[in-house]
């Protein structure tokens, strides 16, 4: 798993590449979960364009990181998922409680109030 960050204020844009499975899910755990408590991040916009797998513990971590941000009064994004990582995405129900976004310039807009 490869993982690019870009910070703008207190959005983290985090680009995952390759597979979000019980291997890699701790390291983007750690890579969220530190900018949180390092900078105050308050949004996380994840692109998954790259992402080929997903299994419960990339499920899971992206679950949790929904939470803790949403206690913070933060928000989870997803933009650019993959059909077959939405489907699995959209099996589990997160499409319920977190936006998806086709691209990143829709989910940073979002933000703007636009």
Do not use: C, W
């Not at 530190?34 to 990339?58: A, H, M, P, W, Y």
């Not at 699995?88 to 979002?110: C, Q, R, T, V, W």
């Amino acid at each position: 798993m490869n993982l690019e960050k870009k910070i703008e204020r207190l959005t983290l844009l985090l680009r995952l590449d390759g597979e979000l499975d019980m291997h890699t899910a701790s390291m983007v755990r750690q890579a969220i979960d530190s900018e949180i408590e390092k900078r105050g991040i308050r949004t996380v916009i994840l692109n998954l364009q790259d992402v080929r797998f997903i299994d419960s513990s990339g499920l899971g971590v992206i679950l949790g990181r929904y939470k803790k941000l949403l206690s913070l009064g933060g928000k989870l994004k997803i933009t650019n998922a993959p059909p077959h990582i939405y489907k699995i995405m959209e099996l589990s129900g997160l499409p319920k409680i977190i936006n998806f976004y086709l691209d990143e310039a829709h989910a940073y807009e979002e933000g703007r109030g636009a």
